[in-house]
C-alpha cells in the first residue's frame, strides 16, 4: 500500500483555477474571439506543418518572432520575449523576479491568474483593493507598494473582469511608485487592441517596466497558447536564463509569424466586437441590471433583483455559458459576458431577459 505523497504545504492549501467548461451551445465566458482565424491563416499554418523540421529541436530564442513582434510594435528584438500564452510569460517573470521571499502585489479585482502564477511560484501576495469605482486608487497603490516593497506589481488595462482601461496618467504613477522601491511594473494587455492607448509607449530600457500580450483573445488563437512581453533588454536576457530550453515548439512560432500577416484580419474582428458590445451594453442598461462601462470585448454586470448564482445557472439551463464572478474580491452579486457573435449575444440577451423580468 502506497500513501499519497503530500505535496508542498501552501500547493496543498490552494484551491487551483475554475473556469467551469460545461457542456453549452452559447459560450461566452472565457473571453475568446468567437469568430475563427481566416481560412487562409488557416491554410498558410497547415502548409507549414510540412516545412517543420521535426526530428530537430526548434529555434531556441525563436528569433524570427520576435524578430517580426519586434517590427510590429516598433521596438528592438531583443525586448521581446515569447511564451506559451501570456500565462508562460507571466510565470517566468515570477519565477525571475518574485518567488519565495519576495512578494507580489494586485489590486483585486482583477485576473485570477496574477494571484494564482504568485502563488505558485512561492511569492507572498500583497493584496490591494479597487476603489469605488473599480478602478486603480493611487493611494492604495501608494500603501500597498511602501509597506509590501514587492519585487513586481500588476496592473491589467483593460482590467479583466471589470473591463476598466487604466489612463497613462495612472500608469505613469504607479511606475513611479513601483520604482521606488526597486520593483518591476507588469501591465497585462492581453486586451490591448480594444483599447484607448498601450503602455507600450512607456517601455524603455531604463524603465522598470514590462507589457504582456497575449494571441488567445483579438488573434483567434486561443488554441494555439502563444504569449509575449515587451519589455526592457537586461530583464528579457534574465527570463531568457529560467524559461525552459525549447519551450517554444516549431509549428507554434511558426502560426505566431503567419498570423502577423493578417493584422488587417485581427482588426477587423475588434472593430466588429467593438461594435457588438456597444449593443450589448446598451441592451444590458435596459434591464435590471448595473453595468460598467467597458475598454475590452467583455461587460460586467450586476443583476440588481436577483441573485448571481441562481442567474447564473438559469442562462446554463438555457444553454448559455457566462463567467459566474460574484466570489471574486469586491464582485459580489456580479456575472462577466464575453461579447459574441450577433447570433450569439441574442441568444444570451433573450436569456437573460426572461430570467430577469
Ligand atoms: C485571457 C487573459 C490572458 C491570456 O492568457 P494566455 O495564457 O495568453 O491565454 C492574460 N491575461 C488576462 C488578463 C486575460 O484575461
Avoid at 54 to 75: F, I, K, M, N, S
Avoid at 187 to 202: G, K
Avoid at 328 to 334: A, R
Wanted: proline content about 6%.
Amino acid at each position: 500500500m502506497s500513501v499519497p505523497v503530500a505535496p508542498r504545504d501552501d500547493v496543498a492549501m490552494m484551491d487551483g483555477y475554475h473556469s467551469p467548461q460545461v457542456d453549452v451551445e452559447v459560450r461566452l465566458n472565457t473571453n475568446e474571439s468567437p469568430l475563427p482565424p481566416s481560412p487562409e491563416f488557416v491554410a498558410a499554418v497547415a502548409a507549414a506543418v510540412g516545412d517543420v523540421r521535426w526530428h530537430r529541436y526548434p529555434d531556441r530564442l525563436a528569433r524570427e518572432l520576435r524578430a517580426r513582434l519586434a517590427e510590429l510594435h516598433g521596438v528592438r528584438a531583443d525586448q521581446v520575449f515569447v511564451a506559451n500564452g501570456s500565462n508562460e510569460v507571466l510565470q517566468t517573470l515570477s519565477l525571475t523576479y518574485a518567488g519565495p521571499g519576495r512578494s507580489v502585489a494586485l489590486f483585486e479585482p482583477t485576473y485570477a491568474m496574477h494571484s494564482q502564477i504568485a502563488r505558485v511560484t512561492g511569492a507572498t501576495v500583497a493584496e490591494g483593493r479597487r476603489g469605488a469605482d473599480l478602478a486603480i486608487d493611487l493611494d492604495e497603490v501608494r500603501r500597498v507598494v511602501s509597506s509590501a516593497r514587492p519585487a513586481i506589481t500588476y496592473l491589467c488595462s483593460p482590467n479583466n473582469p471589470t473591463g476598466i482601461a487604466e489612463t497613462p496618467e495612472t500608469v505613469r504613477a504607479v511606475l513611479e511608485l513601483v520604482g521606488e522601491v526597486g520593483g518591476l511594473l507588469v501591465v497585462d494587455e492581453a486586451y490591448s487592441q480594444f483599447a484607448p492607448w498601450s503602455a507600450l509607449e512607456l517601455v524603455a530600457d531604463d524603465a522598470p517596466l514590462v507589457v504582456s500580450r497575449t494571441y488567445s483573445k483579438t488573434w483567434s488563437m486561443a488554441a494555439a497558447r502563444l504569449g509575449y512581453l515587451i519589455g526592457p533588454a537586461w530583464l528579457v536576457a534574465e527570463l531568457d536564463k529560467v524559461v525552459l530550453p525549447y519551450h517554444l515548439d516549431a509549428l507554434k512560432q511558426a502560426a505566431g509569424l503567419i498570423a502577423l500577416d493578417y493584422v488587417d484580419d485581427m482588426e477587423r474582428r475588434v472593430s466588429i466586437l467593438t461594435e457588438e458590445r456597444g449593443r450589448v451594453d446598451a441592451a444590458l442598461r435596459e434591464l435590471p441590471c448595473e453595468v460598467w462601462p467597458s475598454a475590452a470585448n467583455f461587460i460586467l454586470f450586476r443583476p440588481t433583483a436577483a441573485d448571481a448564482d441562481a442567474v447564473w445557472q438559469a442562462l446554463v439551463d438555457r444553454s448559455v455559458l457566462v463567467r459566474n464572478c460574484s466570489g471574486w474580491p469586491g464582485l459580489s452579486g456580479c456575472l462577466r459576458v464575453t461579447i459574441g457573435t450577433r447570433d450569439e449575444d441574442d441568444r444570451f440577451l433573450d436569456a437573460l431577459s426572461e430570467v430577469l423580468t
